[in-house]
């Protein structure tokens, strides 16, 4: 099932700030997050994909299957998942 997630609804549900919510994933992944590899991450062809998911799966506690990053025209960030809680 296909799910929808608005990026700053989310972020309120799990009361992490945007630098929380940002440090928590570097510290998971060990990896330094910024433009250009938000750009090969949301195209796909990051090398580093899977530690990203592996990071993002244990914030989130989702098991993500299929991963969408995208920025959208009115500037609100959304994650789309193809998702089962876990």
Known sequence: MQEQI???DWMKETNMSNKKLVRAFQEECGLKIFS???SEWRNGRCPRWTK???ALEKITGMK???FK????E???T???LNQKKT
């Open 36 to 38: 250009a590899t938000v």
């Open 74 to 76: 009115d500037k609100k």
């Open 6 to 8: 608005n990026f700053d």
């Open 69 to 72: 990053f995208e920025k959208k």
């Open 78 to 80: 959304n994650f789309n």
């Open 52 to 54: 990203y998911v592996d």
């Open 64 to 66: 993500i299957r299929q």
